[in-house]
């Protein structure tokens, strides 16, 4: 049983600050507003007209064939809406997931030419998003990490709005989707899920060495701390209170402190 | 009483009743960050094979496509194993088609889904079960993803890919260790019924949890830190 204490006491001096920090994230994920914390509050639902295959001018579509031929190889062409226009999307090297690395072109259907997301093009597609009062403060192309968007591993567009939340919109500046919207109650609960996973490098991961180490010590801690409270069901410490008084000097060797041996 | 008196009262008893909590917690816990998130997602039980389009093979045209389907939507031209393949929406359904030949290859059956089970799944293992699942999914695949075949393969952590039968595309997988991640993270969350951490369970656990906590915390205090100033030769 000393040893069990002993580990109690070591291990809590170790891990204690983190537990704490941990039940007071844990609480916050509890009782946040789980609607804010999307960083949606100025978003608009975009809802896709359907894509007419050739313009006001009967200019018909470049076919796919031809497209295809003329840019690097793809393993897959889409039609796609930027501002409510269409284009071809070509993507050349596919990750698992949207945040991974995608190498994609953007083409012209009518003329077939590269279109290059621009810094007005993506203020522009930033805007068609928004619905909030602020106006763009600022229009930025950043490389990944992004600290308001830590997975994303792509080149993208930041665009800020100037509102009470400070909206940021980011735009992929390869393909012009729109990757996620982003506000200061978003970035708020961030932070305490930084806390919660301990994720101090901003890596937006919770498998990080140091959550792992901390929580082979919780495990210590808490396992120790279960089995002291067992034996001291056993040793009939979990007593109301007027039976406590009673055994209160019978059972002194046994109480989980110190000033047992001292006195 | 003093405050170490206080605390120590206090941490027994809320320890008493959280005990099994906190033993649930750390648990959980040091399950989810010990194991690497991507492959608990089973990004490594699927190939992305890059294949390119091989242009020549393309017989059918855009325009023949909008001819015969006039309301097609989000049209795609992508590959299915070595083929091109147009894979596209209309009102009444989602529809793939063989783009050498024209040949509407949706639904998939189960040959077909057998074939891009093996060309997907990383390893060389077994098929052990094929299911076509049109409704009433399990609650690891959505119900926008059907219908699928789920293709059970023969090997450790029994895994399973999902192919939707209309793309042909790998639509999710599971393994036994994310069956169990989902687990452990209802039980992290405290949550018994809908999976989401705002139930009132979790606001008393961490509440009381927290007071544990700092009680505890106090006790170290005055068992290390004071401790060690008096030189005291206590233990523990």
């Not at chain 1, 070509?90 to 690395?101: D, E, K, S």
């Not at chain 2, 050498?100 to 639904?107: C, Q």
């Not at chain 2, 260790?177 to 951490?197: K, S, T």
């Amino acid at each position: 049983m000393r040893f069990i204490k002993l580990i109690h006491k070591w291990t809590s001096l170790f891990v204690g600050i983190q537990l704490l920090l941990w039940l007071v994230s844990g609480f916050y994920f509890n009782i946040m507003d789980h609607d804010k914390v999307r960083g949606n509050q100025f978003r608009e639902q975009i809802k896709p007209a359907p894509v007419l295959y050739s313009n006001i001018n009967n200019t018909p579509f470049i076919d796919p064939k031809t497209i295809l031929a003329e840019f690097e190889k793809s393993q897959s062409l889409k039609i796609v809406l930027v501002l409510d226009k269409p284009y071809y999307l070509l993507t050349h090297q596919a990750g698992l997931y949207h945040h991974f690395y995608n190498k994609q072109t953007l083409v012209n259907v009518y003329s077939g030419e590269e279109v290059i997301i621009d810094k007005k093009i993506a203020s522009n597609i930033a805007n068609q998003s928004y619905n909030g009062p602020g106006t763009i403060q600022s229009v930025t192309l950043q490389k990944p990490p992004i600290e308001d968007i830590p997975k994303e591993k792509n080149i993208v567009w930041q665009i800020n709005f100037k509102d009470n939340v400070n909206t940021s919109v980011y735009i992929n500046a390869s393909s012009g989707q729109l990757i996620k919207h982003s506000d200061d109650d978003k970035r708020f609960a961030d932070f305490f899920f930084m806390l919660h996973f301990m994720d101090y490098a901003s890596e937006g991961s919770f498998n990080n060495w140091q959550i792992i180490l901390f929580s082979i010590i919780t495990l210590w801690l808490v396992l120790s701390g279960f089995i002291w409270t067992i034996e001291l069901g056993f040793k009939g410490h979990y007593k109301f209170s007027f039976a406590m008084n009673k055994n209160k000097n019978l059972d002194i060797k046994n109480l989980p402190v110190s000033h047992a041996t001292k006195k | 009483m003093t405050l170490l008196k206080t605390s120590r009262k206090l941490h027994k008893w809320l320890m008493l009743f959280l005990g099994i909590q906190f033993v649930i917690w750390s648990v959980t816990g040091a399950y989810m960050v010990i194991f690497d998130i991507d492959y608990i997602h089973g990004d490594s039980l699927v190939t992305q094979h890059q294949t390119p389009i091989d242009v020549n093979k393309i017989n059918i045209s855009l325009a023949d496509i909008i001819k015969k389907y006039p309301d097609a939507q989000n049209i795609e031209l992508a590959v299915l194993i070595d083929s091109p393949v147009y894979r596209f929406k209309t009102e009444q359904k989602n529809i793939m088609l063989n783009a050498s030949s024209g040949e509407v290859l949706s639904p998939i059956n189960e040959v077909m889904a057998v074939k891009l089970a093996k060309h997907y799944y990383s390893a060389d293992d077994d098929i052990s079960e094929i299911e076509l699942l049109t409704d009433n999914p399990p609650l690891e695949v959505s119900k926008r993803h059907l219908p699928a075949y789920r293709i059970n393969f023969d090997a450790f952590a029994r895994p399973s890919l999902y192919i939707n039968a209309y793309s042909g595309i790998v639509v999710t997988k599971r393994h036994e260790f994310w069956r169990l991640f989902d687990w452990m993270f209802r039980f992290h969350i405290a949550d018994y019924q809908d999976g989401e951490p705002d139930n009132l369970l979790l606001f008393w656990l961490s509440i009381l949890g927290l007071f544990g906590a700092i009680t505890g915390l106090v006790l170290t205090y005055y068992r290390v830190i004071k401790n060690k100033r008096k030189r005291s030769n206590a233990i523990y």
